[in-house]
């Protein structure tokens, strides 16, 4: 039973530019969460998906967007890049909003 | 804004000793609570989850909660060199999950 995956596991971009992070969530599961983790902090909430639609979203200006697709894998994406969204993403899924969720590895992201 | 605390430590226990974590919440209304541990560079990991108050026990894990005073803890008893990680209280809030800062946690061999 495959868990959470997340693509890539590590990437570098240059302030400016955009960046598209993929989540396949754990069988079963088909609600799906975003956190940014800052070295140091606890993850930060930064949306979350359910059938296809954003029903939540934490405290991300604009730049920060993302889709459900209909086999419940989502996309992140961060446009003009700025050197403070250097962090770990973290992809999060449940079966439901009061169920635990469960994470994937993460994408690494710095930013030149 | 609706906030999940936690003491960031590090808190250094004994081998063999109990470890005691502790997370406070400011949301009345929050339904379901979560533990998770993180070793460094890596993701976060479900230990427990918790819905009513009392305790609940996993092994040697026991995690309490005591919803009129916002308070949500986990004990760990006889702690292991490999429980050494950060511990992350998350509470639902407003439907989505909030996690605190963590609580570092080092057992002493």
């Known amino acids: 039973d495959a868990g959470v995956t997340q693509s890539p596991t590590h990437l570098i971009k240059t302030r400016g530019q955009q960046v598209t992070l993929r989540c396949s969530p754990k069988?079963?599961?088909?609600?799906v969460s975003w956190y940014q983790q800052a070295l140091g902090q606890g993850p930060q909430f930064i949306f979350q998906?359910?059938?296809?639609?954003?029903?939540q979203r934490g405290n991300f200006p604009d730049r920060f967007s993302g889709h459900q697709f209909p086999n419940y894998s989502s996309e992140l994406n961060v446009n003009a890049l700025l050197l403070g969204d250097s962090a770990l993403y973290l992809c999060?899924?449940?079966?439901?909003?009061?169920?635990?969720?469960?994470f994937g590895d993460g994408t690494r992201l710095s930013i030149l | 804004q609706k906030e999940v605390e936690q003491n960031s430590g590090p808190l250094s226990v004994p081998e063999g000793a109990i470890a005691s974590l502790n997370c406070t919440y400011s949301d009345r209304g929050s339904q379901s609570f979560f533990w998770y541990r993180q070793y460094s560079g890596k993701s976060p990991e479900l230990i427990m989850s918790?819905?009513?108050?009392g305790d609940k026990e996993d092994g040697r894990f026991t995690a309490q909660l005591n919803k009129a005073s916002q308070y949500v803890s986990l004990l760990i008893r006889d702690s292991q060199p490999s429980d050494s990680a950060t511990y992350l209280c998350?509470?639902?809030?407003?439907?989505?999950?909030?996690f605190g800062k963590g609580t570092r946690l080092h057992i002493l061999p």
């Open positions: 998906y359910y059938e296809e639609e954003e029903r």
């Open positions: 998350a509470v639902n809030v407003d439907d989505k999950i909030i």
């Open positions: 918790i819905y009513s108050n």
């Open positions: 999060a899924s449940s079966k439901d909003l009061y169920q635990p969720q469960h």
């Open positions: 069988s079963g599961h088909d609600t």
